[in-house]
């Protein structure tokens, strides 16, 4: 082998760990902004695929510390945020009070949380396992 094939390498796995450290990034920015929008919140499960959609991440419900699923703030007896559909919302019709803070530009855009989470699952970011409604465990995000 020769030193040009060695430094390709060293480039790949460089730019790998960077990617790898952003990936990590956008989850706390994910994070942040589910904090905010659940304030009794204290985790999201998250759904991670490998089967029927290839290496694809979700938010899934919300619990409480006490692990209890939490809709969060509530309008005339339904949720502001269904956690059930608070992923797929692109980030422009999330609050931008909320999102300019932790995405900036990008909160105007198409783009949802799902989309991020799939991302920086396929960047190579782990999720933490861990308790999920106290009777299953699984992949989640802490947001306290």
Excluded at 31 to 54: F, H, K, M, N, T
Excluded at 94 to 103: C, G, N, W
Excluded at 112 to 136: I, K, Q, V
Aim: glycine share 8%; net charge positive; aromatic share 6%.
């Amino acid at each position: 082998m020769d030193a040009t094939s060695i430094d390709a390498i060293t480039e790949m796995d460089l730019a790998r760990a960077a990617l790898k450290q952003n990936a990590r990034m956008v989850i706390k920015a994910v994070s942040a902004v589910l904090g905010q929008l659940y304030p009794e919140g204290a985790y999201v499960s998250l759904i991670c695929r490998e089967i029927d959609r290839p290496d694809s991440a979700r938010i899934g419900a919300v619990y409480d510390a006490q692990q209890r699923s939490h809709i969060g703030p509530a309008r005339k007896g339904h949720a502001i945020y269904p956690p059930s559909r608070i992923g797929d919302w692109p980030l422009r019709r999330l609050p931008k009070r909320i999102t300019r803070q932790h995405f900036g530009s990008h909160a105007d855009s198409d783009r949802t949380m799902n989309d991020l989470l799939t991302e920086a699952y396929r960047a190579g970011a782990h999720f933490p396992h861990g308790l999920r409604g106290g009777h299953s465990y699984g992949p989640r995000i802490d947001i306290r």
